[in-house]
């Protein structure tokens, strides 16, 4: 499970230390699993989202400047494969919750022609 949350701040988990916010269920699964402590990202989704998912930095795939809104035709381009593509070739199979805002103005750009096998969101 790989969960991305827009403006989620270092204190803002149980885990790091929030006596603020409980979030027993996100603790439970980062004390079960890997907690990453040194990452950086862009301050937007569509810079942070095509890194995560492509493994390379957002100048190298023009997604550097913004986010993707919903008349834009551009996108994360075809020929960078995202992470669920590589994913499906070990066997494993991916699916998606919650916004995408790497692309949507051709089918290929949208998740399922991705490499996710299901997408329940928004683009």
Not at 72 to 92: A, C, D, N, T
Not at 112 to 117: D, K
Request: proline share 7%; net charge positive; charged share 15%.
């Amino acid at each position: 499970i790989l969960i991305v949350a827009d403006d989620l701040g270092w204190n803002d988990v149980g885990f790091h230390g929030s006596n603020q916010i409980p979030t027993p269920n996100i603790d439970s699964l980062a004390y079960s699993g890997i907690i990453l402590q040194n990452y950086y990202v862009d301050p937007i989704c569509t810079p942070s989202r095509s890194a995560l998912m492509t493994g390379k930095h957002p100048i190298h795939t023009g997604m550097q400047h913004s986010v993707i809104r919903a008349a834009e035709p551009r996108g994360v381009p075809l020929f960078h494969k995202m992470m669920p593509q590589y994913f499906s070739k070990l066997g494993f199979e991916s699916r998606a919750v919650g916004k995408w805002h790497l692309g949507h103005h051709t089918a290929g750009h949208t998740p399922t022609h991705r490499g996710f096998l299901q997408h329940a969101g928004y683009w």
